[in-house]
């Protein structure tokens, strides 16, 4: 537990560094959570240069928000809420695309690059599982995601989704039952 104090005290020096506009606290923020955020990212919209662009954006949130950092939570917390945010934002703006999308495939105009980037994705059995993922319910996938790929305990994920620990339990509960439902038979045919 002392480490994890530790952590919380290294952060909130640097962000009180960085309030006072000092840019290399700023890079060892970066530095230190760089990895995690983009990680996350990638695990919920499954697209590396598209969660690179999140990613790189969440930061420049940091930058110019962290004055209303106020400490009541940890800053991990803080800023995963601004990566969950983001996620939520770039899901909403992706189905407007995919809308526009499917109009054009209706008219029959079907992008060649899409049809080859489809067939591949369709024949790799990482793809399936990501697809059942992304396709769970946005509460449920975030927090599959903060437990089992970025190891947030349930106390972390209720702080940064703004829920309780019941519910945590309960979404995480609800998302592994529906990728069974949704997994188990295609393994049993072989296809994962």
Not at 3 to 9: C, G, K, L, S, W
Not at 46 to 66: C, H, Y
Not at 101 to 126: N, W, Y
Not at 166 to 191: M, Q
């Amino acid at each position: 537990m002392k480490m994890a104090d530790e952590t919380v005290d290294q952060d909130l020096k640097l962000v009180k560094m960085v309030v006072d506009g000092d840019e290399l606290a700023f890079e060892e923020l970066v530095k230190k959570y760089q990895h995690p955020v983009l990680n996350t990212i990638y695990r919920y919209i499954g697209n590396f240069t598209e969660a690179e662009d999140i990613a790189q954006d969440v930061f420049v949130r940091v930058w110019q928000n962290i004055k209303g950092f106020k400490g009541k939570s940890k800053f991990s917390t803080w800023l995963y809420r601004i990566v969950v945010n983001r996620c939520l934002d770039y899901k909403r703006k992706k189905k407007a695309v995919l809308v526009a999308l499917d109009k054009t495939l209706e008219q029959g105009k079907i992008p060649e690059s899409l049809t080859v980037e489809l067939d591949f994705e369709r024949k790799r059995k990482a793809a399936i599982v990501r697809k059942a993922i992304k396709d769970l319910p946005d509460n449920q996938r975030i927090a599959l995601i903060l437990s089992k790929f970025e190891a947030k305990s349930y106390q972390a994920i209720a702080d940064i989704m703004g829920i309780s620990l019941a519910s945590v339990a309960s979404l995480i509960f609800r998302a592994k039952d529906n990728l069974k439902t949704k997994l188990l038979p295609l393994r049993e045919k072989g296809i994962i």
